[in-house]
């Protein structure tokens, strides 16, 4: 069965897997891009690349429009793409907390609510999120990031329960540390703090994160929606 799948920011990092993922299981894989080219990777893989602002209704709308008019309704979306804008409370302006939360919480928001329409249409649908581990446990320096990233917990319980009778599924996907270019930019100290504190000892590699999205988006997953599902070495258990 071959679905049309739309992942956000799938040209780097975490998306990239996850579209790759999706691509090597057989789907129509769409990603949208920002900035930059896609990987040729994509391109061989028959990925369509489309260049989306979430931060922009209007692009967001042209670009499901190229979807559905190549792909179709898009049937399995993936909101990934995400920012970090970190500093102290007492640094952060107040562009450093709204931009954070435009991208990771209303972007998100954006892309769900265009791939809703076609989604009722079909009476099904499913939704992976991208959370963090910081979402749920808190990170100085982070307010900003750990607040929107919070919030699309509550986002994706209430459409959970609002198009559940629809056969569309929400979930979230937090993860701990992957090696991306996002925690690229952390110093050796600070990999070091964190590793100490993930009981698996090391990073999660994108291709991990991915997995725990395809099977969100599987028939075996067809009775989970509202799920928060933690890929983070046990850095937040219990929460
Ligand atoms: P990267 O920084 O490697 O990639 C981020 C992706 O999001 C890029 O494709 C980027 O596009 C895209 N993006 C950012 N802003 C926008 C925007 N306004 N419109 C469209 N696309 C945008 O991040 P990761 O792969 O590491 O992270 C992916 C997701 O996973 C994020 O939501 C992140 O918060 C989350 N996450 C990451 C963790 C980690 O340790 N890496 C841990 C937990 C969660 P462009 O290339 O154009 O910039």
Do not use: C, N, T
């Given at each position: 069965m071959s679905r049309s799948v739309l992942v956000t920011g799938g040209n780097r990092g975490i998306g990239l897997a996850i579209a790759r993922a999706f691509a090597q299981a057989g789907d129509k894989v769409a990603i949208t891009y920002r900035s930059g080219e896609p990987p040729q990777e994509l391109a061989d893989l028959g990925v369509l690349a489309v260049r989306c602002d979430i931060t922009d209704s209007e692009q967001v709308e042209q670009a499901y429009k190229e979807i559905e008019a190549k792909h179709g309704n898009v049937e399995v979306l993936v909101a990934n793409a995400g920012i970090t804008k970190d500093t102290l409370l007492m640094r952060m302006s107040e562009e450093d907390f709204t931009s954070v939360v435009d991208t990771n919480l209303t972007g998100t928001f954006r892309v769900v609510k265009r791939a809703n329409r076609g989604m009722l249409r079909a009476k099904k649908g499913r939704v992976v999120l991208i959370s963090s581990v910081v979402g749920l446990l808190g990170a100085a320096g982070q307010a900003n990031y750990a607040a929107s990233k919070?919030?699309?917990?509550?986002?994706?319980?209430?459409l959970a329960r609002e198009l559940g009778s629809r056969n569309i599924t929400f979930n979230v996907v937090a993860p701990g540390f992957v090696d991306t270019d996002m925690t690229k930019v952390l110093s050796d100290e600070?990999?070091?703090?964190?590793?100490?504190?993930?009981?698996?000892?090391?990073?999660?590699?994108?291709?991990?994160i991915a997995a725990a999205v395809s099977f969100l988006a599987s028939d075996d997953a067809a009775y989970i929606t509202g799920a928060v599902i933690p890929v983070d070495g046990g850095l937040g258990m219990g929460h």
């Open positions: 919070a919030a699309l917990v509550g986002f994706a319980r209430s600070q990999r070091a703090d964190i590793l100490a504190q993930v009981p698996l000892a090391r990073y999660a590699q994108p291709e991990e």
